[in-house]
């Protein structure tokens, strides 16, 4: 890829010299993740785990304007339909552990942003990116890991593009009393078995090219995964509760 990434036109993040997306961030050091993840078979959750996708159909999902969720279901994936919308969980939730499978489309096209990028947002409004960060470089908020448009991952370990990959995220949502912030979300994130966030306090929603700032919102929220034009594939989708919110 020739040419720069990122931007050099946007706000400077607060308690950091870098701007949202800058081009100039340096980029996170690649590391090699360890154990393979299973390229033919997602694995088991745990016995008290609640179960988002089961790699059969998108009975526990709704679609753009709350519609059914139109993305593709086959082989125990569900795969993006690019131009459909994003799809979110019925069910919302807060405080938990979340496990995510994904892969990126194994043919390359496009590059930086526009190379198999989707997003796994917490709440509906919280990003971890999803993108082909294998052997493509974009700007470092923005890479697979990162917690976008804030704070880039330790480290890059990110597999080749088509295969599978994991995300399995701890995750505290932000506490509100009334319009006040009472304590912000703060999330830690394990990329393919790689410590890529550690307990780290999110400045707010995520935006693009903008800061993040907080607004009350409820203590539970649906997960919502991105379409960004991109047939991203995801499978075995679960979570475990770290609250007594009622999750029905």
Same mark, same amino acid.
């Given at each position: 890829? !020739?040419?720069?990434? &990122?931007?050099?036109?946007?706000?400077?993040?607060?308690?950091?010299?870098?701007?949202?997306?800058?081009?100039?961030?340096? =980029?996170?050091?690649?590391?090699?993740?360890?154990?393979?993840?299973?390229?033919?078979?997602?694995?088991?959750?745990?016995?008290?785990?609640?179960?988002?996708?089961?790699?059969?159909? *998108?009975?526990?999902?709704?679609?753009?304007?709350?519609?059914? #969720?139109?993305?593709?279901?086959? !082989?125990?994936?569900?795969?993006?339909?690019?131009?459909?919308?994003?799809?979110?969980?019925?069910?919302?939730? &807060?405080?938990?552990?979340?496990?995510?499978?994904?892969?990126?489309?194994?043919?390359?096209?496009?590059?930086? =942003?526009?190379?198999?990028?989707?997003? @796994?947002?917490?709440?509906? *409004?919280?990003?971890?990116?999803?993108?082909?960060?294998?052997?493509?470089?974009?700007?470092?908020?923005?890479?697979?890991? #990162?917690?976008?448009?804030?704070?880039?991952?330790?480290?890059? #370990?990110?597999?080749?593009?088509?295969?599978?990959?994991?995300?399995?995220?701890?995750?505290?949502?932000?506490?509100?009393?009334? #319009?006040? *912030?009472?304590?912000?979300?703060?999330?830690?994130?394990? *990329?393919?078995?790689?410590?890529?966030?550690?307990?780290?306090?999110?400045?707010?929603?995520? =935006?693009?090219?903008?800061?993040?700032?907080?607004?009350?919102?409820?203590?539970?929220?649906?997960? @919502?995964?991105?379409?960004?034009?991109?047939?991203?594939?995801?499978? !075995?989708?679960?979570?475990?509760?770290?609250?007594?919110?009622?999750?029905?």
């Amino acid at each position: 890829m !020739n040419g720069k990434v &990122g931007y050099d036109d946007t706000p400077v993040i607060p308690g950091s010299k870098w701007r949202v997306h800058d081009s100039n961030r340096p =980029q996170p050091r690649i590391v090699a993740p360890g154990t393979e993840s299973a390229q033919d078979k997602a694995g088991k959750a745990p016995s008290d785990a609640v179960i988002l996708f089961d790699g059969k159909d *998108l009975s526990g999902w709704i679609g753009k304007g709350g519609g059914a #969720a139109q993305w593709k279901v086959e !082989n125990g994936y569900m795969e993006v339909v690019p131009t459909t919308g994003n799809i979110q969980t019925k069910a919302p939730f &807060g405080d938990c552990q979340l496990h995510v499978e994904f892969a990126t489309p194994e043919k390359v096209e496009g590059d930086s =942003q526009g190379r198999g990028n989707s997003g @796994v947002f917490l709440m509906g *409004l919280y990003e971890f990116q999803v993108l082909d960060c294998y052997d493509n470089p974009t700007y470092a908020d923005g890479t697979t890991g #990162a917690i976008y448009g804030q704070y880039p991952p330790l480290v890059n #370990a990110c597999r080749k593009p088509g295969e599978w990959q994991t995300y399995d995220i701890v995750w505290i949502a932000p506490r509100f009393d009334g #319009a006040r *912030l009472v304590s912000p979300a703060r999330v830690t994130i394990i *990329l393919n078995g790689v410590l890529a966030q550690h307990d780290k306090e999110l400045q707010g929603p995520t =935006q693009h090219r903008k800061l993040a700032q907080y607004q009350p919102h409820p203590p539970v929220g649906p997960l @919502v995964l991105q379409d960004h034009k991109n047939p991203v594939r995801f499978r !075995n989708i679960w979570y475990r509760p770290l609250t007594d919110y009622d999750q029905t």
